[in-house]
């Protein structure tokens, strides 16, 4: 299996240029791509440092990509207590139905965004 589509579709879909003609994930390949150029990153043969080093460099892509996910599921918190905020105040100046519905509204899509983003 020295070639797996698979693993490059995913090497690709995190921003690395999977290994190939004119192509190395560590970097240019360097040479001439007369001898079908760079498979550092193949799985065969099972004894060199290739899947090892792809591995490193998807588990450092998949770390920061959590940490984002983290910042904007914090973001996205601190979003809907704002808006729950927005919702008491309109409750309490509630002199019509329109603020109270509006407020209604509001309470319900904070909850419901909150509940997405902590399931």
Known sequence: MAYDPALHAAIRAVGITPCGDRSCIFGAAGGMATNGGCRCGDLDPPTHKGPDRVARKLTAALRSALAEIARLRALGLEACDELTGAAKGLEC???????????????????????ELTR
Request: net charge positive; hydrophobic share 35%; glycine share 4%.
């Open 93 to 115: 100046r509630s002199d019509g139905a329109a603020r109270r519905t509006w407020a209604k509204d509001a309470y319900a899509t904070a909850e419901r965004i909150r509940k």
